[in-house]
Each structure stands twice: as structure tokens, then as C-alpha cells.
């Protein structure tokens, strides 16, 4: 069955350390792929997205994430984490049926 | 312009009644999907509706349902329902079916007794 693992369920950063959230899903053919994330009280909103070409991809707010196909794998990174940054960030990808799946998603904390 | 919104945001029901949720998406979007929320199992995908048709459907049972008026508004039902049917509901709109972002509503927390 199709599905997204999110490894990483919480995770605990101080400010302006680097942040990599894995993701891995399970399907053969073409997706596409997305990081949404839930800042607290708030919907959840697009980070960034991957169709295809370059399998960097930078988002919003200094968010950007590597397409790596070998490895069915589209971790997000970011260089120096915020406060702001505390969420919930959830990776999720797109089958040819146009079916989306999501990960279970990953608690940010950020310390100041 | 104004995002998408779910009526009602809270709702208790018991075990065996059925429930009816609303959604209305972003003007001009036509395709609207609805996910359910649970934290063991994050979002899972329930189907999605453009130009009131069903595009998509995941491996829900038979008693989610869902329509879509030509309006694009959507409404979700669940019949006979469960404990495990407590969750956020989640809808999400977008302007046209695949590889379009999505807007996501703020939910309907469903609570069942």
C-alpha cells in the first residue's frame, strides 16, 4: 500500500541550530511532493512543493528540501531554526491518481 | 479573499447517529478534498469532489459520503457512526483537481459517544 513515514514524531532544537525532517514514501511511479506545515492555532499551509526538475526545492520562510528518487526520499531542511519555526510539519505526496498521502507528521519545538 | 471555511467547527454525537459536515472553498476553487485527522494516523485522505463529481476516494468505508454542489460547496456525511470516527475533519480546496495547491480549512472537531 501506498504510504509517507514521517521517522522523526518530535523533535526539540534550540535557535539557530539545522533542522533535517526525513521523509520517505512508498510508491513506484511518478508523485508529486509537498511539505505543509500547522503553526500552532493555525491551518495547515503549503511550505514547499516538488513536481519535477531541479530535486532542490526551496520554500517559504527559508525552508528546502532535497528530491532524492534512489532513496524515495524528500527530507525538508532548514539551516537555522526560529522560535517562529514551532509547528507541526507534515510531508505528503501526490500518485498519478491524483490520491494524496500524508505522514504522520513532526512536532517542532524551538527554544529560544 | 476570504479562505475556506467548515461549519460546524465542533460537534458531539453518539455512537449509531449520523453526522453532516460543510465546507465552503476558496471563491473559485472547484475542487474540494476532505481528509480525517487523528494523531495516531495524521491526515487520511477521504475523497475529493470537482465540478460535483467524484475524482478521488481512499479506503474509507462505505459510510463516509460526500457530495459537492454547483456552487463547488461540499458537504461530508457519515451514517452509523463510531468511537473511532472522533477526529478532525479536515477540507481543502484548490482551483483545479491534482498538482494544485491546496488551502486547508481550519476542521470540524467530531467527537462521538
Known amino acids: 500500500a501506498q504510504s509517507v513515514s514521517q521517522h522523526n514524531h518530535h523533535v526539540i532544537l534550540s535557535e539557530a541550530a539545522s533542522l533535517e525532517l526525513g521523509c520517505n514514501y512508498s510508491y513506484g511511479g511518478t508523485v508529486n511532493l509537498f511539505w505543509y506545515v500547522q503553526y500552532p492555532g493555525q491551518h495547515l499551509q503549503l511550505l514547499l512543493k516538488?513536481?519535477?526538475?531541479?530535486?532542490l526545492v526551496k520554500g517559504i520562510k527559508g525552508f528546502e528540501a532535497e528530491f532524492i528518487k534512489s532513496k524515495f526520499s524528500f527530507n525538508l531542511r532548514k539551516p537555522s531554526v526560529q522560535w517562529s519555526d514551532t509547528a507541526e510539519y507534515f510531508c505528503?505526496?501526490?500518485?498519478?491518481?491524483?490520491?494524496?498521502?500524508f505522514g504522520t507528521g513532526t512536532s517542532l519545538t524551538v527554544i529560544p | 479573499k476570504a479562505g475556506v471555511t467548515q461549519t460546524p467547527r465542533y460537534l458531539i454525537k453518539t455512537r449509531g447517529q449520523q453526522v453532516t459536515l460543510s465546507c465552503s472553498p476558496i471563491s473559485g476553487h472547484r475542487s474540494v478534498s476532505w481528509y480525517q485527522q487523528t494523531p495516531g494516523q495524521g491526515l487520511q485522505f477521504l475523497f475529493e469532489y470537482f465540478s460535483e463529481t467524484q475524482r478521488n476516494k481512499g479506503n474509507f468505508p462505505g459510510r463516509f459520503s460526500g457530495r459537492q454542489f454547483s456552487n463547488s460547496r461540499s458537504e461530508m456525511n457519515v451514517s452509523t457512526l463510531e468511537l473511532g470516527d472522533s477526529a478532525l475533519y479536515l477540507c481543502?480546496?484548490?482551483?483545479?483537481?491534482?498538482?494544485?495547491?491546496?488551502?486547508f480549512g481550519p476542521g470540524t472537531r467530531l467527537t462521538v459517544t
Open positions: 516538488y513536481f519535477s526538475g531541479d530535486p
Open positions: 505528503a505526496a501526490e500518485n498519478t491518481g491524483n490520491q494524496f498521502y
Open positions: 481543502a480546496s484548490s482551483l483545479r483537481s491534482g498538482s494544485y495547491e491546496q488551502y
